[in-house]
């Protein structure tokens, strides 16, 4: 085999590259593999920009070098000539060299093994890794996202999505997240939290495909369900069962609350008040003393027993078929609005209001889960890096993870 066969193979370079010859440079601290490399003679002539064919122009400025993916010890450098075609649209440009991205000075595989690195990490750790700068990784997450956006629609083919807004940075910045709960994939990203927004994301999404969108999940936000209402009419809108019982649990601790400031200075308010997360967790993962204590409440604070049963028979409506869920929420709002407890009152108003988006979420099955779990990822990713001054360099690496349009390593099959 010759050796620049083993070297092609090594080097994870492609048959239209040819080596011309190689050299070890062990001037510095790491030796420094330099192969020169060309495409083939009868590879015909392409724009870096557009990719259209165009008669051969000039040789450009010279032999160029691109960083590579180390071997072994050694960094790698490729050198090869950068010559220019005569592109109709786009005038003189570098013509496409199968080995690296336009205008960049980093191969392809390189920029992929990098860009890996700092969606699982961060872009610090990555620059550090591989002895590039941080602007230089940055400039990588970039262009590999733009590169993948025009390969792919993300928004082609959606029938439902999870709409949620997720913290960016300190001072109520805040990003709106719209993801494919069938992939869980983030689908869009922008900056802010308003009517404006969410409009933003139907103006991408067209009218067209807007009508094909069967469900929406959110929490209660207003500004996206008045919003989704109008931009997409056929959708059912799906309040998330999650926002649903924050609401009902804090009804409940309001009631305790308001009764151990009742009884300060008594006996029975230490009791009260440490009975605060066994009201608050699910029967089911109480401790046999816990519900022994909540089922004495029923004789002891008849008032806080009533709030208890209250928040466990709005979950298990959740829980019920559509048919049977509608009659039991006409109780349930029956015997809240007429509780004595002035937060279940209220929530019984709150829960009249949303009351379509409460059975669609019971008929359909669909939550918010979704959003909340990539939220948490985001969330990941905002503190390895420690946070992101450039909103769209946040956004930037969420539709790397989140979105699914990081690259995989080189030599992944």
Same mark, same amino acid.
């Given at each position: 085999?010759?050796?620049?066969?083993?070297?092609? $193979?090594?080097?994870?370079?492609?048959?239209? @590259?040819?080596?011309?010859?190689?050299?070890?440079?062990?001037?510095?601290?790491?030796?420094?593999?330099?192969?020169?490399?060309?495409?083939?003679?009868?590879?015909?002539?392409?724009?870096?920009?557009?990719?259209?064919?165009?008669?051969?122009?000039? +040789?450009?400025?010279?032999?160029?070098?691109?960083?590579?993916?180390?071997?072994?010890?050694?960094?790698?450098?490729?050198?090869?000539? %950068?010559?220019?075609?005569?592109?109709?649209?786009?005038?003189?440009?570098?013509?496409?060299?199968?080995?690296?991205?336009?205008?960049?000075?980093? @191969?392809?595989?390189?920029?992929?093994?990098?860009?890996?690195?700092?969606?699982?990490?961060?872009?610090?750790?990555?620059?550090?890794?591989?002895?590039?700068?941080?602007?230089?990784?940055?400039?990588?997450? @970039?262009?590999?996202?733009?590169? %993948?956006?025009?390969?792919?629609?993300?928004?082609?083919?959606?029938?439902?999505?999870?709409?949620?807004?997720?913290?960016?940075?300190?001072?109520?910045?805040?990003?709106?997240?719209?993801?494919?709960?069938?992939?869980?994939?983030?689908?869009?990203?922008?900056?802010?939290?308003?009517?404006?927004?969410?409009?933003? !994301?139907?103006?991408?999404?067209?009218?067209?495909?807007?009508?094909?969108?069967? #469900?929406?999940?959110?929490?209660?936000?207003?500004? #996206?369900?008045?919003?989704?209402?109008?931009?997409?009419?056929?959708?059912?809108?799906?309040?998330?069962? !999650?926002?649903?019982?924050?609401?009902? @649990?804090?009804?409940?601790?309001?009631?305790?609350?308001?009764?151990?400031?009742?009884?300060?200075?008594?006996?029975?308010?230490?009791?009260?008040?440490?009975?605060?997360?066994?009201?608050?967790?699910?029967?089911?993962?109480?401790? #046999?003393? +816990?519900?022994?204590?909540?089922?004495?409440?029923?004789?002891?604070?008849?008032?806080?027993?009533?709030?208890?049963?209250?928040?466990?028979?709005?979950?298990?409506?959740?829980? $019920?078929?559509?048919? +049977?869920?509608?009659?039991?929420?006409?109780?349930?709002?029956?015997?809240?609005?007429?509780?004595?407890?002035?937060?279940?009152?209220?929530?019984?108003?709150?829960?009249?209001?949303?009351?379509?988006?409460?059975?669609?979420?019971?008929?359909?099955?669909?939550?918010?889960?979704?959003?909340?779990?990539?939220?948490?990822? #985001?969330?990941?990713?905002?503190?390895?890096?420690?946070?992101?001054?450039?909103?769209?360099?946040?956004?930037? $690496?969420?539709?790397?993870?989140?979105?699914?349009?990081?690259?995989?390593?080189?030599?992944?099959?």
């Amino acid at each position: 085999m010759r050796v620049s066969t083993v070297l092609r $193979m090594l080097l994870g370079l492609c048959r239209a @590259t040819v080596i011309t010859g190689w050299v070890l440079d062990r001037s510095g601290h790491r030796p420094t593999l330099v192969a020169w490399v060309r495409c083939r003679a009868d590879a015909p002539g392409r724009c870096g920009r557009c990719g259209r064919r165009g008669p051969g122009y000039d +040789q450009g400025d010279g032999a160029r070098r691109w960083r590579h993916v180390d071997v072994g010890f050694a960094r790698c450098v490729l050198e090869g000539p %950068a010559p220019r075609v005569n592109c109709s649209r786009c005038g003189p440009t570098v013509a496409v060299v199968p080995w690296a991205r336009h205008d960049t000075v980093f @191969t392809r595989a390189f920029e992929d093994v990098v860009v890996h690195d700092a969606v699982r990490s961060n872009k610090a750790s990555a620059a550090r890794r591989h002895g590039v700068t941080w602007r230089a990784v940055d400039g990588m997450c @970039t262009r590999l996202l733009a590169e %993948a956006m025009d390969r792919v629609d993300l928004l082609e083919g959606l029938i439902a999505v999870a709409i949620d807004e997720v913290k960016s940075k300190k001072g109520q910045r805040y990003l709106t997240v719209v993801s494919d709960p069938f992939t869980g994939r983030v689908v869009w990203v922008t900056e802010g939290r308003s009517k404006a927004t969410v409009g933003a !994301f139907f103006d991408a999404l067209g009218s067209q495909r807007a009508a094909e969108l069967e #469900i929406v999940t959110t929490d209660g936000a207003e500004w #996206i369900r008045t919003v989704v209402a109008t931009r997409a009419p056929n959708a059912e809108i799906c309040l998330d069962t !999650f926002h649903a019982m924050t609401w009902a @649990t804090k009804a409940l601790d309001e009631v305790r609350r308001d009764l151990w400031r009742r009884l300060k200075g008594k006996t029975a308010a230490k009791a009260i008040k440490g009975l605060r997360w066994p009201l608050l967790r699910n029967w089911a993962n109480l401790t #046999i003393a +816990q519900r022994d204590t909540i089922r004495e409440l029923e004789t002891t604070n008849r008032r806080l027993f009533r709030g208890w049963l209250l928040k466990e028979e709005l979950a298990d409506i959740f829980r $019920m078929p559509i048919r +049977q869920a509608r009659r039991a929420l006409d109780d349930w709002l029956h015997y809240a609005s007429r509780s004595r407890l002035e937060p279940f009152v209220r929530l019984a108003r709150t829960i009249r209001h949303y009351r379509d988006s409460i059975e669609a979420t019971i008929e359909w099955g669909f939550t918010n889960g979704i959003a909340e779990a990539n939220n948490s990822v #985001i969330g990941r990713i905002r503190r390895n890096a420690n946070g992101f001054h450039n909103p769209a360099a946040f956004i930037t $690496m969420i539709m790397l993870d989140r979105g699914g349009l990081g690259p995989d390593l080189p030599w992944t099959p």
